[in-house]
């Protein structure tokens, strides 16, 4: 039997809402136990984000909870209560790694900082997620993807050069943030395999930004050039934005002198093939006039024509998609991209983790959590028994019942 | 001496242009050697890809290349030449970690596949990247960022609802997708520390959209909900968008009544503390009206102000800044989130690897390199003599003279 990468690791994952359960997730479709501990009465916010009665009424949760908390148990503590914060600490002295995105020193005050559980568990893995950094004159502000979208810059350089900036329509920042959590627990693990110590990692939104944003930072404080919006197009090449079709709308990129050639030669080359057109320079010099030509020849033709013709000659083509065109495509099935879950009556498909291992496929034991769903059956593995249990019970550790 | 986390990989890095070279450059960061192959003649795309004078000048690559390359050393081989791609397979079987982002079947033609690679080096991580995966029918489409903003339904919900759909303006399939990778890679050297073995691992951009737009394909998948773009605003709560201010504009997010409540007393609680607004239902059934009266009153106030008042009782806030004022905000440097590098007579600036790790700090040895700056010395390493160099010059394996 192939064993899963993370096989044996234990996570203690206090984070909520996007990011953190979004790494978590991964960590444990890689074979890594997770431990999600939530608060009492609504626990993860995500569970009620944008809920739709469908999802409540079958499932229990949100789509967004949905779709970040597969490969999760879920266990109730209320850490405001001085026996909860002594079983978090007792339990982060048996794992591996803690995950979490409380405001720097929220987990100091619980007596769960770094420092305090290194102690007892110097091989831990110390995982921090946070809007700004743990430092600098912005660290006490909070923050959420959409903040980030604007100080990160990206916002300004998002929307049409003549209307207001708008934001990249789903979660970036959260989602790439919690790829760079993925990314440090790794590292923190591989290095742990290789010397036996654990380490404190932490993000931020603010990194996850600047790390989206690096190649338009890089080119400002090179010449000071600022980057404004442009729709669907940008600055490096033309053709290289979206065209109309007779039913939708097409993306075309050809940066390339034959790719140009080939896009004018499969569309029509009496109207595309002009001496004007002919170097990536002659088409940045020409931009209205291409772009004009180009759409009076797509306009005419319907979107499936058009990545037909383009596809075929290796021109750089696309459907711009809506939601559903997008999720039901069967590229994505066909490469294992969509995980499905039974949930008592009901399947729930998910997306799969970003990435796919030979060797070590990853796994979808199980469905996401009803909150503290296993309270006592991890207390119970932990060693607490039924009269400890009933002690947390009666000091509301475990909440109210 | 503290030392890096993957201080002995070595990475032979054939990736050109985006999400390959930003995740080999994480790698670096990490302590990795990185081995860059380039083609003969322009090398990596990315060296031209909208460059500009000062940076060509001064520099002599792109600010994209320059951004996505420090921690490399490169090397040109020219892989249409027989004792070229025997050069890259001596040296694969001496590296840790291969990344190539070659069309599907585009290594074997060389002799550099997985399979065949992994007869002399079963501890090989071998790691590929794809537009839309390595088998399913649209297999053997090249797509890039743009592409997949459009396929994965991201464009569809980025921009003005009743305007077109707009570009998420930074390549964030790309970038998300180097996360992807480096995770990839993390956990096969991690599983490899474990059990001596390699694997091949792979993503794409397809399963980097598809990861960015994972709640809204659950909630389709759900009930057949398909979101469309709103602008700055979001259907999760009001407000949750950008905002007029006398001299630019501001993003504000009070989803929670408290934090509604906050924000309406530090602005004009007259104005904003009606009944109507009370609970986040009530918000969003009066979402026109709130907006509109929160517009009134944030048109008065300038960015600071907005941002002072709002930051100090915990509301959301953030200016919209530009890409000037996002590079050189104070916050970045103070979390170490700029590297500066010297090259030449200059100072290159880019960003950190988007996460820290407290033990093993990034390190910053190399600025990007040269096209083949460093093959001969490559090479010489490999155990290559004068000689042998002089004979691949002389049937121009490593490029023309």
Redesign the interface.
């Known amino acids: 039997m192939v064993?899963s990468?993370?096989k044996g690791i234990r996570v203690l994952d206090f984070s909520r809402i996007f990011a953190g359960p979004?790494a978590t997730q991964?960590l444990g479709d890689?074979g890594a136990e997770i431990i999600k501990i939530e608060e009492p009465g609504r626990g993860d916010d995500a569970r009620t984000?944008?809920v739709?009665e469908?999802?409540m009424e079958?499932?229990g949760a949100s789509?967004?909870f949905?779709?970040?908390n597969r490969n999760k148990r879920s266990m109730v503590l209320d850490l405001k209560i001085p026996s909860a914060r002594a079983v978090a600490a007792d339990m982060a002295a048996r794992c591996d790694v803690l995950v979490h995105n409380f405001r720097p020193g929220g987990m100091a005050k619980f007596g769960l900082d770094?420092e305090t559980l290194a102690v007892a568990n110097p091989r831990l893995v110390y995982c921090e997620f946070s809007a700004?950094?743990?430092?600098?004159?912005?660290?006490h502000?909070?923050?959420?993807d959409?903040?980030?979208?604007?100080?990160?810059?990206?916002?300004?350089?998002?929307?049409?050069s003549d209307?207001?900036?708008?934001?990249?329509?789903?979660?970036?920042i959260d989602?790439?943030?919690s790829?760079?959590?993925?990314?440090?627990v790794?590292?923190?693990?591989?290095?742990r395999?290789?010397?036996g110590?654990g380490?404190?990692?932490?993000?931020?939104l603010?990194?996850?930004?600047?790390?989206?944003?690096?190649?338009?930072?890089?080119?400002?404080?090179?010449?000071?050039?600022?980057?404004q919006?442009m729709?669907?197009?940008?600055?490096?090449s033309v053709p290289?934005?979206?065209f109309p079709a007779r039913d939708g709308?097409?993306?075309i990129?050809a940066p390339a002198d034959d790719m140009w050639r080939r896009c004018a030669h499969a569309l029509a080359p009496e109207k595309l093939d002009r001496p004007a057109f002919k170097t990536a320079f002659d088409r940045r010099q020409h931009r209205d006039e291409l772009i004009a030509a180009l759409t009076d020849v797509t306009r005419t033709m319907s979107c499936k024509e058009l990545v037909d013709r383009l596809?075929a000659v290796?021109v750089?083509?696309?459907?711009?998609?809506?939601?559903?065109?997008?999720?039901d495509?069967?590229?994505?099935a066909?490469?294992g991209?969509v995980v499905e879950q039974r949930m008592g009556e009901r399947t729930?498909?998910?997306?799969?983790?970003?990435?796919?291992?030979?060797?070590?496929p990853a796994v979808a034991d199980l469905p996401p959590p009803r909150h503290g769903e296993h309270t006592d059956e991890i207390l119970s593995e932990f060693g607490y028994d039924a009269a400890a249990i009933e002690a947390l019970r009666a000091e509301e550790a475990l909440g109210r019942a």
Do not use: C
């Open positions: 064993e990468v993370l979004a991964v890689l984000f944008g739709t469908t999802a079958e499932f789509p967004s949905l779709a970040l770094y700004y950094g743990t430092e600098g004159p912005l660290s502000l909070g923050a959420n959409v903040a980030l979208q604007a100080h990160s810059g990206l916002m300004s350089i998002t929307g049409e209307r207001p900036a708008v934001r990249s329509g789903t979660a970036v989602l790439h943030a790829l760079g959590l993925v990314s440090a790794l590292a923190a693990l591989f290095h395999e290789r010397t110590k380490q404190r990692v932490e993000t931020s603010l990194l996850s930004g600047a790390h989206l944003m690096n190649y338009f930072y890089t080119e400002y404080w090179l010449d000071g050039t600022v980057r919006r729709g669907t197009a940008n600055h490096l290289n934005q979206a709308s097409v993306i990129i596809g290796k750089n083509v696309s459907k711009v998609n809506d939601v559903g065109e997008a999720a495509d069967a590229q994505l066909a490469i991209g729930l498909k998910s997306v799969q983790m970003p990435f796919a291992m030979s060797a070590t």
